[in-house]
């Protein structure tokens, strides 16, 4: 039987495996010499002293990467929360509670039909979509966005809206209700 060679295929390659990590193992946790027993254990072992003169000596200054990297410290000022989810979660329909009458529309429903600027505070009327009358006056409450009117001038009523965007500034929209043209007022 020259040049054969003993293989092993199969189920046995799997048993023998185990049984030869475990000779091996074994055997080389034993030793030649019992007597270690004189050996200082690590615990009872003097410590040396570090000398740290010496340490410094040797180290070599830290690379640019390193000082950066030692150097880097995290401030969260001015930045967004990455664990806070920019879809914010808004106020369902069901959820607004109507507080006026002029909170049941949107603001460009409404339409502005006169200003009354005689007295202390100018005074301006609008008309729901429904044909009802309403009076606005400053700080008035107006449109489901909780539109509030910032100003009334002789010609517009400004409704400031405000939102938050996905970063939580927040976002001033005006939006002006003008009195129709007298072009406008002929057509009726």
């Known amino acids: 039987m020259k040049g054969s060679t003993f293989r092993l295929s199969g189920p046995q390659a799997w048993l023998i495996f185990p049984v030869l990590l475990g000779l091996a193992l074994s055997l080389s946790s034993c030793s030649e010499d019992?007597?270690?027993?004189?050996?200082?254990?690590?615990?009872?072992?003097?410590?040396?002293?570090?000398?740290?003169a010496d340490a410094k000596k040797d180290e070599e200054p830290p690379t640019e990467i390193e000082e950066e990297r030692l150097a880097y410290s995290y401030n969260p000022i001015g930045k967004r929360d990455p664990f806070?989810?920019?879809i914010t979660k808004g106020?369902?329909?069901?959820?607004?509670?109507?507080?006026?009458?002029l909170q049941k529309y949107e603001i460009d429903q409404y339409k502005l039909v006169a200003i009354i600027s005689g007295g202390d505070e100018p005074v301006a009327m609008v008309e729901d979509p429904e044909k009802m009358g309403h009076f606005l006056q400053k700080e008035t409450l107006i449109g489901k966005n909780w539109g509030k009117v910032v100003r009334i001038t002789p010609s517009e009523v400004i409704v400031a809206e405000e939102y938050r965007d996905f970063e939580g500034k927040l976002i001033v929209t005006e939006i002006?209700?003008?009195?129709?043209v007298e072009k406008d007022l002929a057509s009726r």
Do not use: G, R
Request: charged share 35%; glycine share 0%.
């Open 91 to 101: 106020v369902t329909p069901a959820e607004v509670k109507i507080e006026t009458p």
């Open 84 to 86: 806070k989810s920019f």
């Open 34 to 52: 019992d007597d270690d027993e004189d050996a200082p254990t690590p615990a009872s072992a003097p410590k040396a002293e570090p000398q740290k």
């Open 176 to 180: 002006p209700l003008k009195l129709p």
